[in-house]
């Protein structure tokens, strides 16, 4: 075998060498979902803190404004649009001025979700917390909304 024969069969690869290369370069990566047609839905189970990183009530009523945070960390849990948020905000910001008869204070908390809950932070009380991170503001799907909803039914027997 003369070297320009040699160098003829090295360079030219075979379809096996081009499958094998192939397979060892994507195989790694896999298949996206698993092979399944359908993506799972990946919605955490509901789970409430009171009101996070803040006091539930005052020392008279340690629990006063407690259900505000509950109904806020429903719609935070939920997820959807940036428009939802502004008004899952918006109610609770009501919400806790209702039950403590101030405005100073509600303002302040409501101050505070606007800044810590965007979805984008890796914490547990961003908008969408239900949902693994990286959702950002995404309306749910009608699957996604029964999803919620089933999820929230099996959640509040277990409050009362």
């Not at 040699?6 to 030219?12: A, D, F, M, Q």
């Not at 965007?118 to 914490?123: D, I, L, N, S, V």
């Amino acid at each position: 075998m003369t070297i320009s024969e040699i160098k003829t069969k090295v360079s030219k690869p075979s379809a096996m060498h081009a499958c094998f290369l192939m397979l060892v370069l994507f195989f790694p990566f896999g298949c996206r979902n698993g092979g399944e047609l359908e993506p799972k839905l990946e919605l955490a189970d509901f789970t409430s803190d009171g009101c996070s990183l803040f006091i539930d009530g005052t020392f008279a009523n340690p629990e006063l404004w407690k259900e505000c945070c509950l109904l806020h960390d429903m719609a935070y849990w939920r997820g959807g649009t940036e428009e939802e948020r502004k008004q899952a905000d918006l109610a609770f910001k009501a919400c806790v001025e209702k039950k403590t008869g101030d405005p100073v204070l509600a303002n302040l908390m409501y101050e505070a979700v606007r800044v810590g809950g965007a979805p984008h932070f890796p914490t547990w009380y961003r908008w969408g917390y239900g949902w693994p991170l990286g959702r950002g503001y995404q309306a749910l799907t009608p699957e996604e909304e029964k999803l919620a909803e089933q999820k929230l039914k099996d959640y509040r027997p277990q409050t009362k």
